[in-house]
């Protein structure tokens, strides 16, 4: 019984050390995402913060238009946001705000003319 104990320790500890890698995360990342990342430059500010670490407790260093600024996490779903190579001539409307507010395994992801839910792309 103890040997099984010590190698159920032994596996566990093992995954931890892999676990940023496998979730595609920086070792020190904490998990979740940063709330959406559209706003314009409008002037330059310092960072705040270089990384998670050096935020409180859950929150996360994100980009703020042209700093970064630790900010609460907000849950992400699995995949990436396709990228847009299309530019808005209209003004820009969002039609979500957060992966939750998408159905099934949709992703809020930022499109030439606002956010709207798309399924991400593979890889």
Do not use: Y
């Not at 998670?52 to 900010?71: I, N, Y």
């Amino acid at each position: 019984m103890r040997i099984r104990s010590s190698l159920l320790l032994v596996v566990l500890l093992a995954l931890e050390t892999q676990l940023p890698v496998v979730l595609c995360r920086k070792k020190g990342d904490k998990l979740g995402g940063c709330p959406p990342d559209d706003g314009p430059c409008s002037q330059v500010i310092p960072d705040q913060c270089a990384n998670d670490k050096q935020c409180p407790s859950s929150w996360k260093c994100c980009s703020r238009a042209c700093f970064l600024q630790c900010m609460p996490r907000v849950f992400v779903k699995l995949g990436k946001c396709p990228v847009d190579q299309l530019h808005c001539l209209s003004p820009r409307k969002h039609l979500c705000d957060k992966d939750l507010d998408c159905s099934g395994k949709k992703r809020c992801c930022v499109s030439a003319c606002g956010r709207d839910c798309r399924d991400p792309s593979k890889g």
